[in-house]
C-alpha cells in the first residue's frame, strides 16, 4: 500500500475523473463480466481473471464485495451476482473517492448509467463530453445531402455542446484511421465529396481520412477542450498509427485555439509527455491503463508519463467502463502509483514534502478543474443540487 | 540472487525452451567464441566482453567452468579452451535446467548439434521448429518453374512439418522485408510473377514482399504455430519496421486459425503485450533479450512485458544460439527475473503466493506445453526414450 | 545523494562533455530565465518551475547560490540577478567538474559563451564542434551558383573542420527532415536542382532532403565524427521521424568510415543501444535529457540506454544551452544515475567492483577521448596552456 504523508494525502483526496463512460445496470452473468474485465475477448480457456487486471480485480476489489483478499474468481463473481448490479456498483462507485466525473456518453449509451446516474451512485458531480464520432454519424443517419454534411454537422455539435453541463468533446480518430493525416483542413469540395462516398454507403461508422480530418478542425471551432484517444485499446486500433506525436503538424496548425487532452497514451507515454512538453495546449492521462495494469505497475508507468510533464499539465481519468470496479481500481492505482513515486522523492529529498503535495493535487483534481473551469473542490459528498448535468 | 518461496520455484521448475537453436560443436577460438557473443561483430579495440552479457558471462558462467565469479576474459577463454567444446556445452546444457527444446533448424545447421544431440547433452527432449524461409530457398535451389513455385513450396513444407517431432514453423520476415506489407493472401499470378523474378536471380535469400506474403499464409495453411522473429536482432534488422503491431491488419484476417508467437520483441515488448491482450492467437516471449540483458535488467524488461499480457499468453525461450553459455544464461535471468518480479507483488501483497507460482509454472513451460500438445513434465532427467525426434 | 565506492569515484571524476553549447553571457530576467528553462515556452500560467527541470535545479542549484534545497523559484530568480551572470555562471561550471567541453559553436553564437570563455569559467578545457547546417546556410547567404554549391559547401565545411581545436561536425538534420530519408549519396544533377530551389528562396533555413543527405554525405568526406541530433529536442521536431534507427540502411552504407554520434536519444534510447550493438562506428549519449528528467529519472533512462550497450559506446554529454544551471545538473545527473545503477549491481553481485569503475570511467571521459583522440585526463584544474582552442 506504502505509507507516508503523499500517500495520505491522495487517499484523503477527492479526484476529477476526467474521462470516463457509464457503468452497466444490469446483473452481469460470468461471460458478460469477462467480456468487460478485457480489452480482448474472453477466450475459451483463458480466463480473463488471469491477467494483470484480474490479480488486481481479486486483490483489491473482492475486500468492498466482503470477501477476503485474492478470493477465487469463482467466489468474486457468485457474491457478485448475491448483491446485485445495484449495490455492487454503489460500493465501487462510493470507493472511488471521486468528486468529479466527466463521463462520454457516446459509446453504447443504451446499457450504460447517464452521466446523473453514475454521479448519484458516487455521491459525486457529473458533466459530459460529447463524442463527436457520434454526432457526425447521427448526423449522416437523420439523412443529409452531401453539400450541406460539413455545415449540418457543425450544428449539430454545435447545438449537443450547448447542452448544459457540457465541458469538453472528444473523438476517437485512433480508432477510425490512426493520426497520420494531412494536418490541413479539409477544403469543401473535398468534404462533401468524401460526404457523398460515405452517404452513398449508408453512413454508419465514420473512417474516412478527409471526414476524420474536417471532425478534427470542426472541434477546433467548437472551442472547447478536445479529448483524444491515443495509444491502447482493443483490436481496432492499429497500435503504430496512434503514437500522439503523428499530430505534430496538426498541433502546430492549431496551437492557440483548444487544449488538446491525450487520453491513455500508453506504450507512448513519453511520446506525449514531451508534446505535453512543448505545446502549450497539450495535457495528457494515462487512464486505461493504470486499471489494466494495476497498482503493481501504476507507479512505473506513471514515472514515465512525468519524465519532463509540466506539472500542470497531468490529469487523472479511470476511463473506466461498463464494470464499476474499475472506477475504484483506476483510482486506486493512480493514487498509489502517483504516491509511491512522489514520496520516494521526498524520502530521497529530490522533492519538497509540500511540492509533491501540490503536484498530487493538482494532477488529481485541480488541472482538470482549471481547464474545464469547473467549481472548487465540493467537500459535501453528496451535494443536493450541484448535479449540473441534464438530460 | 534474490530469495523466497518464488524463486525457489522458479529455480526447480524445469524450462519449456519454446525457441533456440543448435550449439556449436567444434572446440572456440577468442575471435569465435567472440563472434558469438555479440548480435554485432566482434570489433577490433572493442571486446565483446565489455558488453552486459560479456559480464553477465563471467558473473554466472565462470563458476560453472570452476572459475571465480567475474573471472577475467582471459582466463575464461583459457579455461574453455582447456575443457573443451564437449565439455562446456555438457556443463552449461545441463545448468540450464532445460526439460524440453523446440529447436530451430533452419539456421546454419552444418555447424551445430541436431536437435538430438542439444537434448541428449541436457538431459531433456528436443523437438523440432522448420524455418519456412530455408525451405523455400531449398525449393528455388532445387529448381522449379515460377508458376509451380507456390504449390511445389507448400508440398515441401508440409513435407517437413509432417516430420516426426515437429511442433511449429517459423518465419524472419522480420529480417527480410518487416512487417509493413499488405496483409491480403497474394494472388497465384502476383506469386508466379514474383517468383520468375526471384529464380531470373538465381533464387538465394528470399525477400521478396510478394513471396514473404506469401510464405506467411502458406504457414496459416499448415495448421501449425508460426514462430515470428520480431524487434532485437542483428545488423540486418531495420528496427522501426519489425514492430509487431505492423502485423495488426494481417492478425485480423487470419483470426481464429493458427497461433502467432511473437518472439523476442525488445525493446516492443509493450507493443507485443497489447497484442497478447487483444487477439487470441497471440502468444509473445521475450528470449534473445534475456541474455543479452542480463540478469540485472531481465526483471524490468519482463515487467514491461507482462504489464497487460495474459498470465496464459507469456512463454519462455531463450534463443541461444552457438555458444551454451546462452542456454543457461536465458534460462537463469528468466528465472530470476520473473521470479523478482513475481516475489516483490507477493511481498507488497499484489498477488497471492499459489497465484505467483501459478504464473511462474505457466509461463515456464505449461503455456508451451499446452500450445504445441507436448507432453506433461517429465520428472526423469535422462528418460531413455521420449525424444520424439528423429532425423 | 546515494553512497558507495562508485559513488565516489564518478563524484570525483572529471568527465568529458563531449555535446554542448555556451552559455548566456547577460543577465536574465524572469522570462528570459524561464524561457531557457524549457524545450516549450513559458507560458502565460504555467512556470516552467513547476517540472521535473524546474524541481531539479530548486533541490540541486539552489545551495549553488546559498539558497536552502528546494527555494522558491522567486527566492532563486532574485538571488540569481543578485549575484549577476557572471559569478552565477562562474559558480555552476566550477561545480560541473567537467574537465573538457566540445561545444556546438553553430547554433545563436552570438548570445553565448564562446568555447575558450566556457572552459576557462570552467577551468577546463574546449573543443569545437562544427554544425554543418550553419555552414551550409553561410555558403547560401554569402551567394553561389547552384551548380557550385555541393563543392562550395565542401570546401566551407573542410575549411572549418581544420581551424584547431576542432574535433568533430553535427548536423540537425533531424529538426529539418528527420531520417526517414533516400540512404544513398545524391547525384550531383540532384543536388544542383535542389540547391536552385533553395537559393531561388533566398537560402535561409535548410531543410531540403537532397541537401540534407547530401550534407550527411560531406560529413562522411570530411572524416571527422559526427554527431547527430536524435530524439528529444523542441517543438520543431516531428518525434517519430528521428528514431535513429531509420538511419539503419544510410549506417550500413557508411559503414567503415566516420563514427557517429546519436545524441540525446529519449525516448528511443533502446533503438539507439541497438544501434550502438551491431555497428562498430555508433555511439550513443542521453545527454539533454539528464537534466530535463533531474536526477530522479536519470538512472532509470541509463539503465534502459545501457541495456545492451557496449561499455565503449557510452558517452556523457550535458547538452546544457544558454543556463549555467544545466552544466551542473547534467553532470550531477550522470555521475548519480550512472553510479545508481553499477553500485546497485556491485552490491547485487552481478558486477564486480574494479568493472563499475572500468566502465564509469570509460562512460565518464576515455571513450570520448579516444573517440576524439582527445589527450588524456588532466589533473591540473585551471591548466594555463591546454586550451588547444583558438578564435
Not at 448483491?83 to 455492487?88: F, K
Not at 453504447?108 to 463524442?131: H, N, S, W
Not at 449522416?140 to 453539400?147: K, Q, Y
Request: one cysteine or more; glycine letters at 8%.
Amino acid at each position: 500500500m506504502g505509507a507516508g504523508p503523499v500517500h495520505e494525502a491522495l487517499a484523503a483526496l477527492r479526484l476529477v475523473d476526467h474521462h470516463c463512460h457509464g457503468v452497466v445496470t444490469a446483473d452481469l452473468d460470468r461471460a458478460g463480466f469477462e467480456s468487460l474485465l478485457t480489452e480482448g475477448e474472453a477466450w475459451p480457456g483463458i480466463s480473463p481473471f488471469d491477467s494483470p487486471v484480474g490479480v488486481a480485480v481479486r486483490r483489491h476489489c473482492a475486500p468492498l464485495l466482503d470477501l477476503p483478499r485474492h478470493a477465487p474468481a469463482e467466489d468474486y463473481l457468485a457474491r457478485r451476482a448475491e448483491l446485485g448490479a445495484r449495490e455492487v456498483n454503489r460500493r465501487f462507485l462510493a470507493a472511488a473517492g471521486t468528486e468529479v466525473f466527466c463521463v462520454d456518453t457516446g459509446f453504447t449509451p443504451d446499457r450504460l448509467t447517464a452521466p446523473r446516474e453514475l454521479a448519484k451512485a458516487a455521491g459525486g458531480r457529473a458533466y459530459e463530453v460529447v463524442r463527436l464520432e457520434a454526432v457526425a454519424e447521427a448526423v449522416a443517419a437523420g439523412g443529409v445531402e452531401p453539400d450541406a454534411y460539413a455545415e449540418t454537422f457543425r450544428a449539430a455539435a454545435l447545438e449537443a455542446v450547448r447542452r448544459p453541463g457540457v465541458v469538453a468533446v472528444k473523438s476517437v480518430a485512433a480508432y477510425r484511421t490512426g493520426f497520420d493525416l494531412d494536418p490541413a483542413r479539409p477544403s469543401d469540395t473535398d468534404v462533401t465529396e468524401a460526404a457523398r462516398r460515405w452517404l452513398a454507403e449508408g453512413g454508419g461508422r465514420l473512417a474516412d481520412p478527409v471526414l476524420v480530418r474536417q471532425l478534427l478542425w470542426t472541434a477546433v471551432d467548437l472551442g472547447l477542450p478536445l479529448q483524444l484517444h491515443t495509444g491502447f485499446g482493443d483490436a481496432d486500433i492499429r497500435l503504430h498509427r496512434v503514437d500522439p506525436t503523428h499530430l505534430t503538424d496538426w498541433l502546430h496548425l492549431t496551437a492557440g485555439t483548444i487544449p488538446v487532452l491525450l487520453l491513455h497514451c500508453w506504450p507512448y507515454q513519453r511520446q506525449a509527455a514531451y508534446l505535453s512538453a512543448v505545446f502549450e495546449q497539450v495535457y495528457l492521462d494515462v487512464g486505461l491503463t493504470l486499471h489494466h495494469v494495476g497498482p503493481a505497475r501504476a507507479g512505473a508507468v506513471l514515472a514515465e508519463a512525468t519524465e519532463i510533464t509540466p506539472f500542470r499539465k497531468l490529469l487523472y481519468s479511470s476511463d473506466a467502463y461498463g464494470v464499476a470496479e474499475f472506477y475504484h481500481l483506476g483510482a486506486l492505482a493512480f493514487r498509489q502509483g502517483l504516491a509511491g513515486l512522489l514520496q520516494e522523492r521526498v524520502d530521497a529529498d529530490e522533492l519538497s514534502l509540500p511540492d509533491a503535495l501540490r503536484i498530487a493535487a493538482w494532477a488529481g483534481g485541480d488541472n482538470a478543474r482549471r481547464l474545464y473551469g469547473l467549481p472548487p473542490t465540493d467537500t459535501d459528498p453528496h451535494p443536493p443540487s450541484t448535479d449540473r448535468h441534464s438530460d
